[in-house]
């Protein structure tokens, strides 16, 4: 437990808020709202890990604005990049396999997965923009630095957070440009990290905020931008799909391609990480997806321009920690909020900021309490975001338990037959570490060459997310034990890191001699978290590395 110390330099706030994200920017934007409107001095302050804003912002995204309009009512008179509206639903379509594929009936389409009214946005834009509005707003907003350690005050309530020492060499060392962490000390905390977030994932464990719920669940999504010629482009065009090529792999997920504003295409895959079968690549899934002709169409003749990976956290109503802790909330992704049945979940990870916003606001206006901030919990289950979130609780995990065909047809009975009023909840507790089976109870999955056209490798594909790395630097992906991913993983699994990391990051190498290492290369990290979740051994802790680093999307 980190308790204040004297000779770091400290900054005090009324509020600090970690990670610039959509919640986290949605709670500040709405807490220094309530002060000019109350006329109150506000201290707000704004972390963000990546070099900017933005940086490490991936997301499809439709986006259902309502919760951007509680806060910014005239967002696009103010200048909110919201450019491209809906046009074209093409609503959602079953590929049965590599060449062919059947449109639903919209008489079956989830009413969840239509888009009329929303828009389609780079999110990572959005949050540029909503970044400007916070600090037009009197937000402290200080990116490039990572929150790394919780401060806990002698009660043991969170006070603040301490950002990540820079200039510290591989072995620990302080090197000439040394600068220490500073305490960033505040009567509450925000915690809106995004999915399974470095600091978030530390304090459930210590509050014990998960003892009352599921286990949390997590897909991988894959997201690339190209550019296409006139003729191909169809700007508001939205599509999305299921089926091949995950079903071959007996896993689920999904797909989606976007036709944004100039001239640019989303194309993506969600795959689940509650799969089996240790040889899956869920990358490798990604490639092969848009091969299908009916995805292939939109891409052809045009070029990538850009690559993302990340998790997405969809464990859904269920999986819900209690997201309240003496000095602090848990928000948006990082308490597990988003809407993942809704595949425009960005919404309800903002109206959480919101809410956390209202209910600081309050509690500071009643005096520092911090048993005030527990009405978080009852006003998120009262909002539309909760009752959302309680409507679809089902969602993923019947697709979970009975595959997309027999679980869609029940998701689709509970949500849209009976409103989300059966009486009770389907069970998902396993873990989706503790999923995969052995490897030689396993078939090795034989993936198609990458052709450099439609399909690509790893490495070119983490070129295009801008990565920065400082070398040398302490590593930020570290190993419990060193010896479990050869003894333990190899032999039972045949080290799944090597195909589940979407980077690059982990290799097992074999020397003339044969015996067998395991390799780091943390620098071509896309900071999507995946190795932290699915890791059988739960052995990888991935931790913030210096501020700044990691991918910088655009457009993304």
């Not at 948006?332 to 595949?343: E, M, P, Q, V």
Request: overall charge negative; aromatic content about 10%; hydrophobic content about 35%.
């Amino acid at each position: 437990m980190n308790q204040p110390n004297h000779q770091r330099e400290v900054m005090e706030y009324d509020v600090v808020i970690v990670g610039g994200g959509p919640s986290g920017l949605a709670t500040a934007c709405r807490l220094r709202q309530h002060a000019a409107k109350n006329n109150i001095p506000l201290k707000v302050c704004l972390l963000e890990k990546g070099a900017e804003i933005g940086a490490h912002i991936l997301s499809g995204a439709v986006l259902d604005v309502r919760a951007l309009y509680e806060i910014f009512p005239q967002a696009v008179q103010q200048g909110a990049p919201l450019h491209v509206a809906v046009k074209n639903d093409e609503r959602l379509w079953y590929l049965q396999n590599a060449q062919k594929a059947w449109a639903i009936p919209n008489m079956f389409v989830p009413y969840t997965m239509r888009n009329h009214g929303n828009y389609i946005v780079s999110l990572g834009n959005l949050c540029r923009w909503m970044g400007q509005q916070a600090e037009s707003l009197g937000v402290d907003v200080f990116a490039g630095f990572a929150a790394s350690d919780i401060l806990y005050d002698e009660s043991g309530a969170v006070m603040g957070v301490i950002t990540g020492d820079m200039g510290m060499g591989k072995n620990g060392t302080q090197k000439d440009n040394y600068a220490a962490g500073i305490e960033l000390r505040a009567q509450y905390t925000v915690f809106a990290e995004g999915c399974h977030g470095h600091l978030g994932k530390q304090l459930i464990k210590h509050f014990h905020l998960d003892k009352n719920a599921q286990p949390q669940h997590y897909a991988i999504g894959f997201k690339e931008l190209w550019a296409v010629s006139d003729a191909r482009h169809q700007s508001g065009h939205v599509s999305h799909s299921f089926g091949w090529p995950l079903n071959e792999s007996a896993t689920t997920g999904g797909g989606f391609v976007y036709h944004c504003e100039d001239n640019l295409v989303a194309v993506g895959l969600i795959v689940d990480l509650n799969y089996t079968n240790p040889y899956l690549s869920p990358f490798d899934e990604f490639q092969r997806y848009k091969h299908h002709p009916q995805i292939k169409q939109h891409l052809q003749d045009g070029e990538r321009v850009a690559y993302g990976a990340r998790a997405i956290a969809k464990g859904g109503w269920q999986s819900l920690p209690e997201m309240a802790f003496p000095g602090g909330l848990l928000v948006g992704c990082n308490a597990g909020t988003l809407d993942f049945s809704r595949i425009k979940g960005v919404h309800t990870a903002m109206k959480s900021g919101i809410i956390a916003a209202d209910t600081i606001a309050d509690a500071l206006a009643r005096g520092h309490s911090h048993t005030a901030l527990s009405e978080y919990q009852v006003s998120f289950s009262r909002s539309w975001a909760g009752r959302d979130l309680r409507r679809h609780r089902n969602f993923g995990a019947s697709q979970h338990k009975w595959g997309h065909i027999a679980g869609g047809i029940f998701a689709y009975a509970d949500i849209h037959l009976l409103r989300g009023l059966v009486p009770w909840t389907v069970q998902d507790c396993r873990p989706d570490y503790a999923t995969l089976a052995q490897s030689v109870d396993s078939l090795p999955l034989d993936y198609p060459p990458h052709d450099g056209t439609i399909s690509f490798d790893k490495l070119s594909s983490v070129f295009l997310a801008n990565m920065h790395h400082e070398e040398n630097q302490p590593c930020h992906l570290v190993l419990r034990d060193k010896n479990i991913p050869i003894q333990n993983n190899v032999p039972l699994y045949d080290e799944p890191a090597q195909r589940y990391c979407p980077a690059g990051v982990y290799e097992v190498i074999t020397s003339a001699t044969g015996e067998k290492s395991f390799h780091i290369n943390a620098a071509n990290c896309v900071h999507c978290k995946t190795c932290d979740i699915k890791d059988p051994a739960q052995n990888i802790d991935w931790r913030t590395p210096e501020g700044g680093n990691g991918p910088n999307y655009a457009n993304m």
